[in-house]
């Protein structure tokens, strides 16, 4: 049997779409037209329509937010388990970027070491989120636990300005976004045992056989975690190819610092903190089974 997770709160109800609705000015009339949508008096944008702008060669997407790519070539060409994906940002989204991104981002650049207090303006416990996707369950869970700061990751530019709109909205402040390899990040960013948990849902699970290296759960990715993570923090994993799965309880059970918290050896219940995501939801609707995997960093 899998010993009981870390009980919380139920986590508040997160509008998904929130960001694309922010501000939003009230419907004209049929046959109206305000002042300020004149058009070439004002650059306004409806929510919910991507944001479509021309930028002269060099200018940068959002100059006051996440870098296209923010380590550069300041380190070694390595395969990596994520594929940055260019897709069209809602103008709420892109607000939430200039405006919000010198507050709650930091770039992965790996050219210094982040201070996590001062990072989130206090000492509370820090979990590692790598790939939010859009952000809602992010922000439920930080919701539903506002004395855990958590530090999100990923590359998804339209995730991104949506997880900062919805923390803006709900009043998240223990949520900060991070833009980049969350490998650089651990390696060349966090101090040891700086971290109270790491999460990793549903990440690319990379299906054909050659791009199994790709795979983020491997053991040398773990070696680098283990030595960010404190003694008790908790590695929860959630993916719904099974293959994959397997291949992460293979893997977590053969590492030397980590143990199952199920008496069984197997897969854990979904834990309550974790909220069901929509997209999770239509898997099950189609028949896909979703496995959770909790282990603890053990004392060596």
Not at 198 to 223: A, C, N, T
Request: aromatic share 6%.
């Amino acid at each position: 049997m899998c010993a009981p997770a870390p009980r919380s709160p139920a986590p508040r109800k997160i509008d998904p779409t929130v960001s694309d609705f922010l501000n939003a000015p009230e419907a004209p009339q049929p046959g109206s037209l305000r002042e300020s949508e004149v058009p070439g008096e004002h650059d306004h944008h409806l929510p919910g329509v991507s944001v479509r702008h021309t930028r002269a060669k060099g200018e940068p997407r959002f100059p006051d937010g996440p870098k296209a790519d923010p380590a550069g070539s300041h380190f070694e060409r390595r395969i990596r388990s994520f594929q940055p994906r260019r897709s069209r940002v809602t103008a709420g989204q892109a607000d939430a970027l200039q405006r919000l991104w010198p507050k709650w981002g930091l770039d992965i650049d790996g050219q210094s070491v982040v201070d996590l207090g001062e990072l989130f303006g206090n000492g509370n416990p820090v979990v590692l989120e790598i790939g939010f996707g859009m952000g809602e369950a992010t922000a439920q869970m930080a919701a539903g636990d506002p004395g855990t700061n958590i530090l999100a990751v990923d590359v998804h530019t339209p995730g991104q300005g949506n997880l900062l709109n919805l923390a803006d909205h709900h009043g998240l402040d223990n949520v900060r976004v991070g833009n980049g390899d969350a490998i650089i990040l651990l390696r060349e960013m966090l101090t040891p045992d700086s971290l109270d948990g790491l999460r990793v849902y549903f990440p690319d699970p990379w299906p054909k056989k050659r791009h199994h290296k790709r795979r983020l759960i491997q053991p040398e990715f773990l070696g680098l975690a283990a030595t960010r993570l404190k003694p008790g923090a908790l590695v929860h994993c959630a993916t719904d190819w099974e293959p994959y799965a397997e291949q992460m309880l293979e893997v977590l059970t053969a590492h030397p610092d980590f143990e199952n918290t199920c008496s069984d050896g197997g897969f854990a219940p979904r834990p309550e903190f974790r909220p069901l995501t929509r997209f999770e939801g239509q898997g099950l609707d189609k028949g896909h089974v979703v496995n959770d995997l909790l282990f603890r960093r053990v004392q060596r």
